[in-house]
Protein backbone atom coordinates (compact mmCIF):
# COMPACT_ATOMS: atom_id res chain seq x y z
CA UNK A 1 0.00 0.00 0.00
CA UNK A 2 3.03 2.45 1.28
CA UNK A 3 4.64 1.45 -1.86
CA UNK A 4 2.14 2.19 -4.55
CA UNK A 5 1.12 5.72 -2.94
CA UNK A 6 4.72 5.90 -3.01
CA UNK A 7 4.83 5.08 -6.76
CA UNK A 8 1.85 7.47 -6.88
CA UNK A 9 3.81 10.49 -5.74
CA UNK A 10 6.64 10.09 -8.05
CA UNK A 11 4.12 10.13 -10.77
CA UNK A 12 2.46 13.61 -9.71
CA UNK A 13 5.85 14.83 -9.05
CA UNK A 14 7.42 13.59 -12.08
CA UNK A 15 4.90 14.92 -14.32
CA UNK A 16 4.78 18.40 -12.20
CA UNK A 17 8.36 18.46 -13.76
CA UNK A 18 7.29 18.16 -16.83
CA UNK A 19 4.82 20.98 -16.63
CA UNK A 20 7.42 22.79 -16.00
CA UNK A 21 9.71 22.04 -18.35
CA UNK A 22 7.13 21.94 -20.99
CA UNK A 23 7.91 25.17 -23.06
CA UNK A 24 4.26 26.76 -22.68
CA UNK A 25 4.76 26.87 -19.17
CA UNK A 26 7.72 28.97 -18.67
CA UNK A 27 8.19 32.78 -18.64
CA UNK A 28 9.79 33.81 -21.80
CA UNK A 29 13.12 34.07 -20.21
CA UNK A 30 13.57 31.05 -18.42
CA UNK A 31 13.61 28.56 -21.77
CA UNK A 32 16.28 30.50 -22.84
CA UNK A 33 18.28 30.35 -19.97
CA UNK A 34 21.57 28.03 -19.29
CA UNK A 35 22.45 26.76 -15.93
CA UNK A 36 25.68 27.22 -14.60
CA UNK A 37 27.98 24.20 -14.25
CA UNK A 38 30.69 24.31 -11.27
CA UNK A 39 32.59 20.99 -10.94
CA UNK A 40 33.95 20.43 -7.51
CA UNK A 41 37.45 18.88 -7.24
CA UNK A 42 40.12 18.46 -5.53
CA UNK A 43 43.99 16.69 -6.14
CA UNK A 44 44.00 14.84 -2.65
CA UNK A 45 40.56 12.85 -1.76
CA UNK A 46 38.54 13.56 1.63
CA UNK A 47 39.19 17.29 1.61
CA UNK A 48 35.67 17.78 2.03
CA UNK A 49 34.45 18.40 -1.51
CA UNK A 50 30.78 16.37 -0.96
CA UNK A 51 30.37 18.55 2.35
CA UNK A 52 31.18 21.59 0.84
CA UNK A 53 28.98 20.61 -2.36
CA UNK A 54 25.70 19.78 -0.41
CA UNK A 55 25.91 22.66 2.15
CA UNK A 56 26.69 25.29 -1.07
CA UNK A 57 23.38 23.97 -2.80
CA UNK A 58 21.31 24.33 0.10
CA UNK A 59 22.90 28.16 0.63
CA UNK A 60 22.17 28.69 -3.03
CA UNK A 61 18.51 27.41 -2.98
CA UNK A 62 18.30 29.53 0.35
CA UNK A 63 19.00 32.24 -2.18
CA UNK A 64 16.40 31.57 -4.46
CA UNK A 65 18.79 29.70 -7.42
CA UNK A 66 17.58 26.30 -8.78
CA UNK A 67 20.36 23.79 -7.95
CA UNK A 68 20.86 20.37 -8.96
CA UNK A 69 23.79 18.23 -7.87
CA UNK A 70 25.36 15.43 -10.34
CA UNK A 71 27.34 13.14 -8.33
CA UNK A 72 29.90 12.21 -10.81
CA UNK A 73 31.90 10.16 -8.35
CA UNK A 74 31.56 7.04 -9.52
CA UNK A 75 33.39 4.50 -7.16
CA UNK A 76 31.56 5.31 -4.30
CA UNK A 77 28.36 6.76 -3.19
CA UNK A 78 28.69 9.94 -1.55
CA UNK A 79 25.61 12.71 -2.42
CA UNK A 80 23.01 9.94 -1.60
CA UNK A 81 24.92 8.97 1.99
CA UNK A 82 25.02 12.55 3.12
CA UNK A 83 21.49 13.09 1.85
CA UNK A 84 20.81 9.67 3.70
CA UNK A 85 18.79 8.33 0.43
CA UNK A 86 19.55 5.67 -2.22
CA UNK A 87 18.72 7.03 -5.91
CA UNK A 88 16.76 3.75 -7.64
CA UNK A 89 18.14 5.16 -11.51
CA UNK A 90 21.41 7.51 -12.20
CA UNK A 91 22.63 8.97 -15.12
CA UNK A 92 23.70 5.37 -16.95
CA UNK A 93 19.84 4.85 -16.90
CA UNK A 94 19.52 8.53 -19.44
CA UNK A 95 23.01 7.06 -21.29
CA UNK A 96 21.22 4.32 -22.15
CA UNK A 97 17.90 5.59 -22.95
CA UNK A 98 16.35 3.91 -20.43
CA UNK A 99 15.46 6.73 -18.17
CA UNK A 100 14.55 10.46 -19.32
CA UNK A 101 16.38 12.85 -17.17
CA UNK A 102 13.66 13.79 -15.13
CA UNK A 103 13.45 10.25 -14.22
CA UNK A 104 16.31 10.01 -12.50
CA UNK A 105 16.22 13.22 -10.47
CA UNK A 106 15.91 12.69 -6.62
CA UNK A 107 14.24 15.43 -4.91
CA UNK A 108 16.88 16.35 -1.57
CA UNK A 109 16.44 18.63 1.00
CA UNK A 110 15.53 22.55 0.16
CA UNK A 111 14.40 21.79 -3.08
CA UNK A 112 17.55 20.61 -4.23
CA UNK A 113 17.63 17.67 -6.96
CA UNK A 114 20.23 15.17 -7.16
CA UNK A 115 21.41 13.00 -9.96
CA UNK A 116 23.63 9.74 -9.13
CA UNK A 117 26.25 9.48 -11.94
CA UNK A 118 25.73 5.35 -11.18
CA UNK A 119 28.67 3.44 -11.88
CA UNK A 120 30.20 5.69 -14.50
CA UNK A 121 29.96 7.81 -17.73
CA UNK A 122 32.53 5.93 -19.54
CA UNK A 123 29.83 4.60 -21.30
CA UNK A 124 29.11 8.00 -22.79
CA UNK A 125 31.73 8.01 -24.93
CA UNK A 126 30.78 4.71 -26.45
CA UNK A 127 27.26 6.12 -27.94
CA UNK A 128 26.98 6.72 -31.18
CA UNK A 129 26.33 10.40 -32.98
CA UNK A 130 22.46 9.83 -32.59
CA UNK A 131 22.22 8.05 -29.52
CA UNK A 132 24.42 11.07 -27.53
CA UNK A 133 22.16 13.78 -30.05
CA UNK A 134 19.41 12.12 -27.73
CA UNK A 135 21.09 12.22 -24.62
CA UNK A 136 22.30 15.67 -24.90
CA UNK A 137 19.19 16.98 -25.56
CA UNK A 138 17.53 14.97 -23.01
CA UNK A 139 20.34 16.04 -20.55
CA UNK A 140 19.38 19.56 -21.81
CA UNK A 141 16.60 19.98 -20.23
CA UNK A 142 18.00 20.36 -17.02
CA UNK A 143 18.76 23.98 -18.18
CA UNK A 144 15.47 24.75 -18.10
CA UNK A 145 14.98 23.76 -14.99
CA UNK A 146 17.74 24.81 -12.60
CA UNK A 147 20.18 27.39 -12.39
CA UNK A 148 23.24 26.16 -11.10
CA UNK A 149 24.41 22.72 -11.47
CA UNK A 150 26.98 21.38 -9.10
CA UNK A 151 29.36 18.45 -10.24
CA UNK A 152 30.87 16.46 -7.23
CA UNK A 153 33.76 14.59 -8.87
CA UNK A 154 36.23 11.95 -6.94
CA UNK A 155 39.67 13.33 -6.01
CA UNK A 156 43.12 13.35 -8.13
CA UNK A 157 43.96 13.50 -11.63
CA UNK A 158 42.11 10.63 -13.48
CA UNK A 159 41.14 11.48 -17.15
CA UNK A 160 37.26 11.04 -16.40
CA UNK A 161 37.79 13.64 -13.36
CA UNK A 162 39.72 15.58 -15.66
CA UNK A 163 37.14 15.65 -18.46
CA UNK A 164 34.59 17.15 -15.92
CA UNK A 165 36.78 19.78 -14.50
CA UNK A 166 37.92 20.77 -18.41
CA UNK A 167 34.14 20.74 -19.27
CA UNK A 168 32.52 23.08 -16.04
CA UNK A 169 32.06 26.86 -16.71
CA UNK A 170 34.23 26.84 -13.41
CA UNK A 171 35.93 24.89 -11.05
CA UNK A 172 35.59 25.03 -7.26
CA UNK A 173 38.88 23.86 -6.20
CA UNK A 174 38.91 22.23 -2.55
CA UNK A 175 42.51 21.86 -0.34
CA UNK A 176 42.76 21.30 3.49
CA UNK A 177 45.87 22.94 4.93
CA UNK A 178 47.80 20.01 4.70
CA UNK A 179 51.12 20.14 2.53
CA UNK A 180 49.93 17.38 0.45
CA UNK A 181 46.85 18.50 -0.47
CA UNK A 182 48.07 22.20 -1.55
CA UNK A 183 50.66 20.30 -3.56
CA UNK A 184 47.97 18.17 -5.09
CA UNK A 185 45.59 21.11 -5.67
CA UNK A 186 48.71 23.00 -7.15
CA UNK A 187 49.47 19.77 -9.90
CA UNK A 188 45.67 20.08 -10.81
CA UNK A 189 45.86 23.65 -11.31
CA UNK A 190 48.89 22.87 -13.39
CA UNK A 191 47.03 20.15 -15.59
CA UNK A 192 44.20 22.70 -16.12
CA UNK A 193 46.66 25.22 -16.85
CA UNK A 194 48.06 23.51 -20.14
CA UNK A 195 44.73 22.83 -21.29
CA UNK A 196 43.36 26.21 -20.99
CA UNK A 197 45.12 29.18 -19.68
CA UNK A 198 41.46 30.61 -19.27
CA UNK A 199 39.97 28.31 -16.98
CA UNK A 200 37.87 30.46 -14.18
CA UNK A 201 39.42 28.41 -10.99
CA UNK A 202 37.76 29.13 -7.56
CA UNK A 203 39.87 27.42 -4.17
CA UNK A 204 38.40 27.41 -1.43
CA UNK A 205 40.58 25.65 2.08
CA UNK A 206 38.93 23.67 4.27
CA UNK A 207 39.11 22.52 7.51
CA UNK A 208 41.98 25.48 8.23
CA UNK A 209 43.41 25.74 11.88
CA UNK A 210 42.04 29.82 12.07
CA UNK A 211 41.70 32.68 9.26
CA UNK A 212 45.45 33.80 9.06
CA UNK A 213 46.00 30.15 8.05
CA UNK A 214 43.46 29.82 5.51
CA UNK A 215 44.53 33.13 3.92
CA UNK A 216 48.12 32.57 4.15
CA UNK A 217 47.57 29.56 2.19
CA UNK A 218 45.33 30.99 -0.49
CA UNK A 219 47.60 33.87 -0.82
CA UNK A 220 50.59 31.52 -1.62
CA UNK A 221 48.91 29.55 -4.40
CA UNK A 222 47.39 32.62 -5.76
CA UNK A 223 51.55 34.12 -6.09
CA UNK A 224 53.15 30.52 -7.11
CA UNK A 225 50.21 29.81 -9.56
CA UNK A 226 50.14 33.47 -11.49
CA UNK A 227 53.97 33.09 -11.05
CA UNK A 228 54.77 30.15 -12.56
CA UNK A 229 51.81 29.36 -14.70
CA UNK A 230 50.24 32.92 -15.52
CA UNK A 231 46.76 32.36 -14.33
CA UNK A 232 44.56 34.16 -11.83
CA UNK A 233 42.77 31.96 -9.22
CA UNK A 234 39.67 33.43 -7.37
CA UNK A 235 39.57 32.84 -3.66
CA UNK A 236 36.25 31.98 -2.70
CA UNK A 237 37.40 31.83 1.30
CA UNK A 238 37.82 29.03 3.59
CA UNK A 239 35.74 26.89 5.95
CA UNK A 240 37.21 26.52 9.51
CA UNK A 241 37.84 22.93 11.16
CA UNK A 242 34.56 22.77 12.66
CA UNK A 243 32.87 19.44 14.80
CA UNK A 244 29.75 20.39 13.62
CA UNK A 245 30.47 18.88 10.08
CA UNK A 246 31.67 15.94 11.60
CA UNK A 247 28.72 15.17 13.84
CA UNK A 248 26.55 15.94 10.92
CA UNK A 249 28.54 13.38 8.47
CA UNK A 250 27.61 10.76 11.20
CA UNK A 251 23.85 11.60 11.11
CA UNK A 252 23.53 11.48 7.41
CA UNK A 253 22.82 15.21 7.53
CA UNK A 254 24.61 18.33 5.64
CA UNK A 255 25.81 20.44 8.34
CA UNK A 256 24.16 23.53 7.59
CA UNK A 257 20.46 22.08 8.45
CA UNK A 258 21.43 19.97 11.51
CA UNK A 259 23.50 22.88 12.75
CA UNK A 260 22.75 26.14 10.94
CA UNK A 261 24.24 28.29 13.09
CA UNK A 262 27.52 26.68 13.32
CA UNK A 263 30.65 28.18 11.78
CA UNK A 264 30.67 25.83 8.37
CA UNK A 265 27.53 26.60 8.27
CA UNK A 266 28.36 30.64 8.01
CA UNK A 267 31.78 30.04 5.54
CA UNK A 268 29.82 28.53 3.94
CA UNK A 269 26.71 31.26 2.77
CA UNK A 270 29.84 33.14 2.60
CA UNK A 271 31.55 31.38 0.16
CA UNK A 272 27.79 30.76 -1.58
CA UNK A 273 27.44 34.66 -1.79
CA UNK A 274 30.91 34.90 -3.22
CA UNK A 275 30.98 32.52 -6.01
CA UNK A 276 27.88 34.01 -7.43
CA UNK A 277 29.15 37.33 -7.08
CA UNK A 278 31.51 36.86 -10.13
CA UNK A 279 30.04 37.67 -13.55
CA UNK A 280 29.49 34.30 -15.98
CA UNK A 281 31.68 34.57 -18.57
CA UNK A 282 30.49 32.45 -21.45
CA UNK A 283 32.38 30.36 -23.78
CA UNK A 284 33.43 32.39 -26.94
CA UNK A 285 31.97 30.30 -29.21
CA UNK A 286 28.57 30.02 -27.03
CA UNK A 287 29.00 26.94 -26.32
CA UNK A 288 27.45 27.31 -23.06
CA UNK A 289 24.74 25.77 -20.71
CA UNK A 290 24.53 21.92 -20.03
CA UNK A 291 24.45 21.42 -24.06
CA UNK A 292 27.78 22.82 -23.81
CA UNK A 293 29.55 21.16 -21.23
CA UNK A 294 28.10 17.79 -22.79
CA UNK A 295 29.54 18.35 -25.87
CA UNK A 296 33.01 19.69 -24.17
CA UNK A 297 32.82 16.33 -21.83
CA UNK A 298 32.63 14.03 -24.75
CA UNK A 299 35.44 15.89 -26.61
CA UNK A 300 37.67 15.17 -23.54
CA UNK A 301 36.76 11.85 -22.84
CA UNK A 302 37.77 11.17 -26.04
CA UNK A 303 40.92 12.79 -26.38
N1 LIG B 1 35.28 21.80 7.93
C1 LIG B 1 35.39 20.55 8.42
N2 LIG B 1 35.56 20.37 9.75
C2 LIG B 1 35.70 19.13 10.26
N3 LIG B 1 35.67 18.01 9.54
C3 LIG B 1 35.51 18.12 8.23
C4 LIG B 1 35.35 19.39 7.59
N4 LIG B 1 35.19 19.17 6.25
C5 LIG B 1 35.27 17.84 6.08
N5 LIG B 1 35.45 17.19 7.27
C6 LIG B 1 35.63 15.74 7.49
O1 LIG B 1 36.20 15.18 6.32
C7 LIG B 1 35.46 14.07 5.90
C8 LIG B 1 35.51 13.97 4.39
O2 LIG B 1 34.66 14.93 3.81
P1 LIG B 1 34.01 14.71 2.37
O3 LIG B 1 33.43 13.35 2.25
O4 LIG B 1 33.13 15.86 2.12
O5 LIG B 1 35.35 14.80 1.49
P2 LIG B 1 35.52 14.50 -0.07
O6 LIG B 1 36.55 15.45 -0.54
O7 LIG B 1 34.20 14.50 -0.74
O8 LIG B 1 36.11 13.01 -0.04
P3 LIG B 1 36.31 12.04 -1.31
O9 LIG B 1 37.54 12.52 -2.01
O10 LIG B 1 36.51 10.69 -0.66
O11 LIG B 1 35.08 12.14 -2.15
C9 LIG B 1 34.07 14.29 6.46
O12 LIG B 1 33.42 13.06 6.67
C10 LIG B 1 34.32 15.02 7.75
O13 LIG B 1 34.54 14.08 8.77
MG1 LIG C 1 33.29 13.07 -1.96
Redesign the pocket.
Known amino acids: MRDQAEKLRQIIDNLKLRQAVSQENLPSDIGKKQAKIITIT ?1 G ?10 INLAIALSEMGLRVVILDA ?1 FG ?1 A ?1 IDV ?1 FGMIPKFTLVDVIHNEKNILEVLCEGPKNIKFISGGSGVEDLIKLDKNQLQKFVTNIALLDKISDVVLI ?5 LSDNVMSFVMAADEILL ?1 T ?1 PEPTSITDAYALIKMVSHRDKEKIIKVVV ?2 AENENEAIDILNKLSLVTEKFLSLRLHSLGY ?8 KA ?1 KLQQPFSLSFPKSH ?1 SK ?1 VREISRKLIETKRTLPANGNSGIKGFINRLVNFMNT
Do not use: C, H, P, Y
Open positions: SKGGVGKTNIADLNLDTGAGVTNRILQDEAVIVAF
